[in-house]
């Protein structure tokens, strides 16, 4: 899919005016948070549970390439095979040959944020392969041509009318006048209509959660039991992943999967959690007689070692995207890419570029509850920041934006003009902002004051106010500074 | 491809600032797999004794829509599964999966259920398999492919029936690991008992795990349409254990 993230300002405009949208997410913005909650509530040991988490990531991406070829060799001695691939291109490449292999036209897919952001669908499309999207919420935004808006529900973006919409429009078939007004009626529609699928494809795609270097099996993650139908009925078996999956054993998996369902869904456990291993073996009665794993780089290995390491540890829960107050008011089609919310905003420049993607990491108030939520504790935040810096550094922001803040950046090493002209900001505004407690509309401020409301300053600066508790308990206030 | 290969390993190391481990690291990263030592298990089942344990197994489970029902012994099983059929007004109908352990069922005690024992095929709608073990810290059944028990019995029908017995409940995945890994082992195992599933085969590599282990925690279920819970999204509607309150078999 081809990045929309420059114009996230545009974007997100959109989404605030789109009633639908805000309907929908104003059911998210309560819904998860408190299922998350109310399952972390119950077991106790979950903050250290996340530190232990946090441990196992950095452990591996210490050494990731001793897990990555301990994981093929297992792969390998189990009958699988794997694929490496550097870019987008080479990963959609070797999911073409393997179809091509095995003569396939129709290929079922599990859902898949890294098949997302290789733009599989399209790839095989163009090359005459008919791709199935299975996970209910990825077959509603197929239908709507449409990328996904959340990396664990991706029609959140969408009410039950949109979606009997879609349904209407592509299962001509099926009786014109039937009852599709309810979840339940759209959920058995979408078994009926995909069951025959699932039975005729030749190949299933589905992405990973973890791969365990211990024994070469990789880990999916499911409610819906589409990944598995996905992956037990066609010949053929691809996993396509991102390197910094890898676990070392079962015992690390057990640990994360212990945080994902709850920091996800809320849930004690999904459903359905998958262990596969190598293709069908002698005796068995099904299961696929290959199995590929594609595993992608795409510019993860660069993130190694540096400031922006600590987001290879992401499990894709989606919490920090359900705690976001920024994507609970824009929505993720407003990231203009594959991966929105806090997660995005940091993955997103490091994989499309900064100069694409620069808004995202701006888009945050700071607030940190994404941080406060993460099951791996990535302080995206401060990763935030770090792209900010860069975006400076190589002059991508404005020249308003950049003459503005050298500007402040000067008088701020002046501390006596700092403090003279701060003091006298704060007593004009607090004077003017006296009646209404705050502002409508302020000169060189409208960039703020167009969407929102301006709190007028107390008319007293912080260090005045400071200097003055310092010197009523008798302490010279810059002793202490 | 190999040179993709080479380009991504060298990257990492690169990033790293180091170039490949040196052999005493390598030992050491290999003996941490080798010991696949434990992390913290949460407390909720590990200090239960089996009956508490098997509680908590039944009130994780009905939490999450699985149907549990208590039966005395292997011969209570047929009139369960009957019972159970005509409760739901399901067909007397289903397909068992061919392992011996399953052998042991007097289905004969219920002459009127059409049993045929196979993989599931596309107008299955009721299934039952045996599993290979319970887990009660989220009332999750473990279940593992073999030639005794092909996975399409778990996800095709409407209607997945499991067997379990007390013996099976675990309290943690890793008591389930462990678990895995004794089939897995060249030491020769213990003959099956009903309701064990997935004996280890010939075919499998010595230390490997099956094809497929699947970790299932309530019947199929869906959040995608307004965050409305529907269960029977794509695998079963209908997930219901009948539990074998019997003696627990001796486990090493």
């Not at chain 1, 002209?421 to 409508?440: D, N, Q």
Request: hydrophobic share 40%.
């Amino acid at each position: 899919m081809q990045p929309t993230s420059h114009s996230f300002p545009a974007n997100a405009r959109a989404g605030l005016a789109d009633p639908v949208l805000q309907t929908a997410l104003g059911l998210a913005r309560t819904g998860f948070p408190q299922r998350r909650q109310e399952a972390i509530a119950r077991l106790p040991e979950f903050e250290e549970l996340r530190d232990e988490g946090r441990a196992i990531k950095d452990h591996v991406l210490a050494y990731l390439d001793f897990y990555l070829e301990r994981y093929e060799q297992n792969v390998t001695a189990s009958g699988g095979r794997v694929h490496w691939a550097r870019n987008a291109e080479e990963a959609r490449a070797a999911i073409l040959d393997i179809c091509r292999a095995a003569n396939a036209t129709i290929v079922t897919k599990g859902k898949s944020m890294v098949a997302e952001e290789i733009a599989l669908n399209d790839h095989l499309e163009a090359n005459g392969i008919t791709p199935v999207e299975t996970d209910l919420g990825e077959y509603i935004i197929q239908l709507r041509h449409e990328p996904p808006s959340h990396i664990i529900a991706p029609a959140i973006h969408l009410m039950k009318e949109q979606v009997a919409d879609a349904f209407r429009a592509a299962h001509t078939e099926l009786d014109p006048a039937r009852t599709l007004t309810d979840p339940r009626a759209l959920c058995d529609e979408a078994r009926t209509v995909l069951r025959p699928r699932f039975l005729a494809a030749d190949v299933g795609i589905t992405g990973a959660n973890f791969l365990v270097a211990e024994t070469g099996s990789s880990i999916i993650v499911t409610n819906e039991g589409n990944g598995d139908l996905t992956q037990i009925l066609p010949r053929v078996h691809i996993v396509i992943t991102g390197i910094e999956k890898i676990v070392p054993t079962l015992e690390d998996a057990a640990t994360l999967l212990r945080l994902l369902a709850r920091s996800a869904t809320g849930q004690e456990f999904s459903s359905y959690t998958t262990l596969s291993t190598g293709p069908r073996r002698a005796g068995d009665l099904d299961g696929p007689e290959e199995y590929h794993v594609v595993l992608l780089d795409n510019g993860r290995s660069a993130l190694l070692g540096g400031e922006f390491q600590d987001m290879l540890r992401c499990l894709r829960c989606a919490a920090c995207l359900n705690h976001c107050p920024v994507y609970a008011a824009v929505g993720g089609h407003a990231y203009g890419w594959v991966y929105p919310g806090p997660m995005g905003a940091v993955l997103t420049p490091a994989l499309v570029g900064v100069h694409e993607a620069g808004h995202l990491p701006n888009a945050s108030t700071f607030c940190g509850r994404c941080e406060s939520v993460c099951p791996v504790k990535i302080p995206l935040p401060k990763i935030m920041r770090h792209w900010r810096e860069r975006e400076f550094a190589q002059r991508l922001s404005p020249p308003v934006y950049r003459t503005g803040l050298r500007l402040w950046a000067w008088v701020a090493r002046q501390p006596p003009l700092y403090h003279a002209l701060a003091g006298i900001a704060s007593r004009v505004l607090g004077w003017a902002g006296l009646y209404r407690g705050r502002f409508r509309s302020l000169p060189l401020a409208q960039g703020w004051t167009a969407v929102r409301d301006l709190p007028a300053p107390q008319g007293r600066s912080f260090h005045s106010l400071w200097a003055e508790q310092q010197r009523r308990i008798g302490k010279s206030p810059r002793a202490q500074s | 491809m190999s040179a993709a290969r080479d380009d991504i390993l060298g990257g990492i190391r690169r990033a790293l600032w180091r170039g490949s481990l040196p052999p005493d690291k390598t030992a050491e990263l290999t003996g941490r797999i080798a010991a696949h030592r434990r992390n913290l298990v949460p407390a909720r089942a590990a200090a239960l004794d089996p009956a508490a344990r098997a509680d908590l197994f039944v009130a994780m489970a009905e939490e999450v829509q699985t149907s549990v029902a208590r039966v005395a012994s292997d011969a209570d099983i047929p009139a369960e599964v009957a019972r159970y059929l005509a409760a739901e007004n399901l067909p007397a109908e289903l397909v068992v999966a061919p392992d011996p352990g399953l052998d042991a069922i007097p289905w004969e005690l219920r002459p009127l259920l059409q049993i045929h024992r196979g993989r599931a095929e596309a107008q299955d709608a009721v299934s039952l398999t045996p599993c290979l073990a319970g887990i009660a810290e989220t009332g999750t059944l473990m279940l593992a492919s073999g030639a005794g028990t092909p996975t399409t019995l778990n996800f095709l029908p409407d209607t997945h029936i499991v067997v379990l017995h007390a013996g099976q409940i675990v309290a943690s995945y890793e008591d389930g690991w462990d678990l895995l890994r004794a089939r897995a082992s060249p030491t020769p195992a213990p003959p099956p008992r009903a309701g064990e599933g997935g004996s280890p085969q010939s075919g499998d590599r010595v230390g490997a795990l099956p094809r497929t282990v699947n970790l299932i925690t309530g019947p199929s279920r869906t959040g995608d349409i307004e965050q409305r819970i529907q269960l029977g999204a794509h695998g079963p509607r209908r997930l219901h254990i009948v539990l074998v309150d019997d003696a627990p078999p001796a486990k090493g």
